[in-house]
T-cell receptor, first 115, second 116 residues
Framework: GENVEQHPSTLSVQEGDSAVIKCTYS??????FPWYKQELGKGPQLIID?????GEKKDQRIAVTLNKTAKHFSLHITETQPEDSAVYFC??????????????FGRGTQLTVWP | NAGVTQTPKFQVLKTGQSMTLQCAQD?????MSWYRQDPGMGLRLIHY???????DQGEVPNGYNVSRSTTEDFPLRLLSAAPSQTSVYFC???????????????FGPGTRLTVL
């Protein structure tokens, strides 16, 4: 199957600083990489995603980069704000094989932004 | 649209009891799935369904049953609850499971289950 590793497990930053969360995946058949944000007491919500034919994608203060050769992708949050505090999950989806369509999640990163 | 709804929000069971966690979506999504979330373990897939009448196991299926009689509903049944099933359970759905469709997976608000 696919194995997604996520680092760090916890991250604390000062408001206004940048935060970077990194993930690696094992299966070169994966072709879709979403990032989810989970606020306390709620379900995860998609914040940004990237497909394997794209190297970088930005949406205001968040960006995701993908290095297919190295099989890693990263989430970048600039100008962090206290409301960015949450658990962030990376995930990978395979393009083929018996587990077609399944999302494989990393273990999550607890981001805390201090005012 | 209500999106993905789950009931109940909280539940306490005694060991050996059975119960059903309800999940419904009103987006006409083909793909539905159940995850459990435990501290430090991320989201682990229990069961999933690619359409009405079709279900399959995820990575942690033992102790759980599912069925998909309609497109809208995907209940998760705990046959004989054990303390190891204490967790937060999330239901999710997406329009299509196929790799050619990069569809967002929508999550419900979760059910917090405690087994004593």
């Amino acid at each position: 199957g696919e194995n997604v590793e996520q680092h760090p497990s916890t991250l604390s930053v000062q408001e206004g600083d940048s935060a970077v969360i990194k993930c690696t995946y094992s299966d070169s058949a994966s072709n879709y990489f979403p990032w989810y944000k989970q606020e306390l007491g709620k379900g995860p919500q998609l914040i940004i995603d990237i497909r394997s034919n794209v190297g970088e994608k930005k949406d205001q203060r968040i960006a995701v980069t993908l290095n297919k050769t190295a099989k890693h992708f990263s989430l970048h949050i600039t100008e962090t704000q206290p409301e960015d505090s949450a658990v962030y999950f990376c995930a990978a989806k395979k393009a083929r094989g018996s587990t077609l369509g399944r999302l494989y999640f990393g273990r999550g990163t607890q981001l805390t932004v201090w005012p | 649209n209500a999106g993905v709804t789950q009931t109940p929000k909280f539940q306490v069971l005694k060991t050996g009891q059975s119960m059903t966690l309800q999940c419904a979506q009103d987006m006409n999504h083909e793909y539905m799935s159940w995850y459990r979330q435990d501290p430090g373990m991320g989201l682990r897939l229990i069961h999933y369904s690619v359409g009405a009448g079709i279900t399959d196991q995820g990575e942690v299926p033992n102790g759980y049953n599912v069925s998909r009689s309609t497109t809208e509903d995907f209940p998760l049944r705990l046959l004989s609850a054990a303390p190891s099933q204490t967790s937060v359970y999330f239901c999710a759905s997406s329009y299509d499971h196929r790799a050619i469709a990069y569809n967002e997976q929508f999550f419900g608000p979760g059910t917090r289950l405690t087994v004593l």
